[in-house]
């Protein structure tokens, strides 16, 4: 297992940070590493912001949850999938940008997420730690509002990073099995292997609370998914230009 | 700069590779690693389906604009977001699953993406190389059919990875300063910026290819971005579950 892997498989996020600042040659070389990730036909369709305005800071904690981390952390930067710089460069060339196809969509997403990832990993490697913020989607309009987003680009998610003031675990994942198929998808004997998992993440949570929690993987979930999703999105994306054709 | 940042920084695409296996168990750490990665709330909605089946292969390479290299590779894993998986969970609580919000398939999508970006830097760190097949998504309809997936579950992107049996170059990427913005967005810059680059990339492919290319950034990506994208992609995802309410 070498020192990449290590990295790797011990990340965990941290929402808790100490008060000192990212020095920023750390800062440009997360950046690099972001933009080093791979890009779907080299279209690079995603931007990333920096807030370093308190103010704006506070009023997206208050959007996305009252996550105080967002405040807090030394360094918070928001992903974006930006499509709107295609279009500038359609109108350079005198082409027409065809707009909201959600194939499209699709693409700019996985690329910042790409490089979102790589940003990530390049922070834990100098020490720092951090985590995904989707709840800036609770309220994307008031966000990208803030944000002065212009249509075709969208807020995905946010990253808090900074130097970790707190030692949180790992928390255990499903088993390999029942993620990696080979050749096609089965699901047989999916409910007995989520069962066993269920077991673990329940002895884990109880040993984690000293017995005051007891929930399982499949019932956290559950409960999460048998929930509508944000359905503010849909109405919110298409205004901002992503369609869905 | 450290020698994760240096590996990140030095990410090429490989399509070209030695005839030598990939190795069982660096095959499980590269797994291992992608399951390490970031999940948005925890849900893990994704897939990975590695093709072993020569047949398969070959139908895929077929139906991804004949990509020889995804025959050719050692390892071929196609990456899928997965809810189905969650609606099990539901029903093993007597939930009912909440089917079809775009903005689960944003969770799903990033999710998938989260840990493929940490399979391929875990395999590069071994010496691997590969590159994502996004070309998998020409025909979603019957790469789902070869593959069995269920409704709730769609292939995103596939990745081909092996020992590199090529030596190709970075490719440059936009400059930081279009990318990265401060506290909100702005494009004011952009066309500017974007002019230079265009020289760069320009003499870029001149040099490539001893003067017998010499495209820019803008008019490559706005030739792609003047076109409809995969329009099948929105009845194929409806039909599969992802209604993108």
Known sequence: MNDVVNLLKSHK??????????????????????QSASTSSY?????????????????????????????ECPLFL??????????IACEMNNKVFVEGYVETFILSTVDVTLAAQNALIAAESMGLGGVYIG?????????????????????VF????????????????????????TDYYTSDD???????????????YIKRTNGQRADTWTNQVGSLM????RPHMKDFLKEQGFKMK
């Open 13 to 34: 996020s941290v929402r808790k940070f100490k008060a000192v600042s990212v020095e920023e040659e750390k800062i440009k070389e997360i950046i690099e590493c972001a």
């Open 43 to 71: 279209i690079q369709a995603y931007t990333i912001i920096r807030i370093n305005n308190m103010e704006k800071r506070r009023s997206i904690a208050n959007l996305s949850g009252n996550q105080k981390y967002i405040e």
């Open 78 to 87: 928001i992903f974006c999938a930006d499509l709107n710089r295609l279009k």
């Open 135 to 155: 709840g800036i989607r609770n309220n994307p309009d008031k966000i990208s509002e803030l944000l002065k987003l212009p249509t075709n680009v969208y807020p």
């Open 158 to 181: 946010g990253m808090c990073l900074g130097y970790p003031d707190e030692d949180t675990g790992n928390k255990l994942r499903l088993p390999m099995e029942i993620v990696l198929k």
């Open 190 to 204: 999916d409910v007995e292997m989520l069962k066993e998992y269920d077991e673990q993440i329940k002895n884990y």
């Open 226 to 229: 048998s929930n509508p999703q």
